[in-house]
């Protein structure tokens, strides 16, 4: 933390120990290092990561090791554990990515690429239950679990001193209204790339998930048994030949999931639920698939919706009707030759309307 430009009260105050505690540490750790100031201390780690990528081999098991992220843990009022990673530069100005409701959290070299290029800092924070962040109550479902959710993004905000930001959403609208009613002060605009409308609506899209979706609307009680049937298949390997099958009528997402470094960000978000951590997304899933329509706000010009032409989930027209009866005032801006995955195929159109 102090190589990352924080104070020593700040790192002091971020771990829950005493400055003088802090203090002493930070002289062990000036000793083993060789350096006496915090310039110093950042300067060396800038050289070993470096270092490190110059040098370092990927491992035969991850060939594409993701962009650099530290890990920020905060704890909510209760004692809960919030994670995000926080792809730096320190300095520049923090933008909040909230993950799909089916996969976890972490951020695809091409939109991290642009938008440290842009001048902003990405943030991507697990919602609880998914990855490393802590699952709520088994009774706070539906509307309890989004303002969950919404207290959860503004503790995170609060303890790193931030407001007013801008986000991304790859999906989730459920979770920006959540949050524009609970912390509206933490929002100056929110950018959703290929919103998810309710699972019971829309027939034009076709193929598996679809499907799936849509089943889950008249059978909620299947989400946890086809989540964990699913994600026990969803090796590397078999991903591979899904995305072949899932994108074929997306020229622009076939492009960016033949690229093997994007199919491995996306692959890696997957992974904490093949090691068993399911309770966010079947929570998730299936308040998709029991919630109706949301009614109608007004006031929400400074949220944008981006959607991709050939998106393989959803058809675009659906799509849009359906989220501009509930947010007549968003911007809605269909994007041709895009499809599903925006930030993996077309990142400057998501930071250009930042």
């Known amino acids: 933390m102090i190589a990352d430009g924080l104070s020593r009260s700040e790192a002091a105050e971020r771990l829950g120990v005493s400055e003088a505690v802090a203090k002493k540490d930070l002289t062990t750790v000036y000793a083993a290092t060789g350096v006496t100031s915090a310039v110093g201390l950042a300067r060396l780690f800038a050289e070993l990561r470096g270092l490190t990528m110059i040098t370092g081999e990927p491992s035969r098991s991850d060939p594409y090791p993701p962009p650099f992220s530290r890990t920020i843990a905060v704890t ?3 004692g809960r554990r919030i ?22 959290r972490g951020v695809d070299r091409a939109l991290v690429g642009a938008l440290q290029n842009a001048g902003y800092r990405p ?5 609880p239950g998914y990855g490393d962040t802590d699952p709520v109550r088994t009774d706070q479902r539906g509307e309890a679990y989004l303002e969950v959710c919404a207290r959860d993004m503004g503790a995170l905000c609060d303890q790193m001193g931030w407001s007013r930001l801008p986000w991304i ?3 989730p609208v459920h979770i920006v209204l959540a949050l524009r009613r609970l912390r509206p002060d933490l929002i100056d605009r929110a950018i959703i790339d290929a919103p998810e409308p309710g699972s019971r609506y829309g027939a034009r899209a076709q193929g598996m998930i679809p499907s799936l979706k849509r089943a889950f609307a008249s059978r909620p009680w299947a989400v946890a048994s086809v989540f964990r049937a699913l994600t026990a298949l969803a090796s590397q390997e078999r991903l591979e030949a899904f995305m072949r099958e899932w994108t074929a009528s997306s020229p622009s997402d076939r492009r960016a999931m033949d690229d093997p470094a994007l199919l491995m960000d996306f692959y890696r978000k ?21 919630s109706l329509q949301p009614d109608a706000e007004t006031g929400t010009d400074n949220i944008t919706f981006l959607i991709g032409a050939t998106d393989f ?17 968003a911007c809605f801006v269909r994007l041709p030759h895009a499809g599903r995955f925006i930030s993996y195929s077309h990142p400057d159109e998501i930071v250009s309307r930042l």
């Open 270 to 290: 997957i992974l904490p639920f093949r090691q068993g951590r399911l309770d966010g997304v079947v929570r998730e899933q299936v308040l998709q698939a029991t």
């Open 76 to 78: 909510d009022r209760d």
């Open 313 to 329: 989930m959803h058809d675009a027209a659906e799509t849009e009707a359906y989220w501009r009866a509930s947010l007549p005032d």
């Open 169 to 171: 959403a790859h999906g």
């Open 123 to 127: 943030i991507s924070p697990d919602r």
């Open 83 to 104: 994670t995000a990673s926080d792809y730096g530069p320190p300095g520049a100005r923090p933008v909040i990515i909230l993950h799909n409701t089916m996969n976890c």
